[in-house]
T-cell receptor, first 113, second 112 residues
């Protein structure tokens, strides 16, 4: 099992450009999450999906959209990138929403200039 | 929302030493996890431990949910243990929606 995979690993964007971060899991998990990690801020939840077909905002959703394409895949889209979105983005999955272990992907390091 | 505090913020050890990392949380939890973030940035699951005690090789963890703290023990430390150790919890309150709330981490440096 590959676990949670993310693409790309690194990306540099100019302000105003758009891009989509891809995430897939092969553990048959229902819940999936997108977090961002900033220096001194820890990890913060951007969006989550409790199950296929549902998505909800986390604590820092502004400037992002998500799609739960199927049970395996959960993508994060930046429509118009801003320097404040420079961060490391992690995707995670868990069996169910509230009480199960979450597993993280390797991360995408995004720089917006 | 739930608050998570880790101590110490920094820890420097010689190889072979033992250490204890602490995580305090402000409310009841459904989930508590310990992670190691290695120098390449990967988050590695160490323990899923909302209560009780677990051991995995040189690492062990204990969570006392009624007193709202968890401890991570590292014995006979190795240079490969260096990195940042995070404690993260999912609060038991109705608004937690499965969100892991992370502490600020403990930066561990193990010298040969």
């Amino acid at each position: 099992n590959a676990g949670v995979t993310q693409t790309p690993k690194f990306q540099v964007l100019k302000t105003g450009q758009s891009m989509t971060l891809q995430c897939a899991q092969d553990m048959n998990h229902n819940s999936m999450y997108w977090y961002r990690q900033d220096p001194g801020m820890g990890l913060r939840l951007i969006y989550y999906s409790a199950s296929e077909g549902t998505t909800d905002k986390g604590e820092v959703p502004n400037g992002y959209n998500v799609s739960r394409l199927n049970k395996r895949e959960f993508s994060l889209r930046l429509e118009s990138a801003a320097p404040s979105q420079t961060s490391v983005y992690f995707c995670a999955s868990g069996r169910e929403l509230l009480s199960y272990e979450q597993y993280f992907g390797p991360g995408t390091r995004l720089t917006v200039t | 929302g739930i608050q998570v505090e880790q101590s110490p913020p920094d820890l420097i050890l010689q190889e072979g030493a033992n250490s204890t990392l602490r995580c305090n949380f402000s409310d009841s939890v459904n989930n508590l996890q310990w992670f190691h973030q290695n120098p390449w940035g990967q988050l590695i699951n160490l323990f899923y431990i909302p209560s009780g005690t677990k051991q995995n090789g040189r690492l062990s963890a204990t969570t006392v949910a009624t007193e709202r703290y968890s401890l991570l023990y590292i014995s006979s430390s190795q240079t490969t243990d260096s990195g940042v150790y995070f404690c993260a919890v999912v609060g038991a309150g109705g608004t937690s929606y499965g969100k892991l709330t992370f502490g600020q981490g403990t930066i561990l440096t193990v010298h040969p």
